[in-house]
């Protein structure tokens, strides 16, 4: 989470947040860490934003205060069951004319999968004829 701090007027927050070591630039007569701090001034806490899973379309966030404390409040839109068999169909259709036979579909992530998954570390390539990973040797 990044502490920032965020400009309010009528109970509304205006502008964008602004981070810590700014805020001290232009307000170096204010403890930003433990002091009060200037009128229409308040604190921002920014969290990371969601990530978005394969049947997400986006996300936004909008300022809201939340237990006293100025935050992105963030929405995801997720993709209709509909838009979801599309996205499916369309990753099995240029599956079908460009991956490997022994690969399965994961429907929860969208993909197709290996039968055996891949080492942690070093480069391999997939090997359809071993049904295995093949390290790659330094060139």
């Not at 979801?84 to 579909?105: D, I, L, P």
């Not at 570390?121 to 093949?134: A, F, I, K, Q, T």
């Amino acid at each position: 989470m990044i502490r920032c701090f965020i400009q309010v007027a009528n109970g509304q927050a205006i502008n964008h947040p602004v981070v810590v070591s700014n805020f001290k630039e232009v307000f170096p007569d204010y403890d930003a860490d433990n002091g009060p701090l200037p009128d229409g001034w308040a604190r921002f806490d920014r969290p990371e934003p969601p990530v978005l899973g394969p049947y997400d379309l986006s996300s936004s966030s909008v300022y809201e205060q939340v237990d006293g404390v100025w935050t992105d409040v963030w929405t995801v839109v997720s993709m209709t069951e509909e838009e979801k068999v599309n996205q499916q169909n369309e990753v099995k259709t240029w599956w079908a004319e460009n991956g490997f036979a022994s690969w399965t579909f994961d429907e929860e992530l969208c993909m197709f999968v290996p039968p055996v998954p891949r080492p942690p570390s070093g480069l391999y390539v997939w090997n359809e004829d071993l049904l295995d990973w093949v390290e790659v040797a330094d060139a």
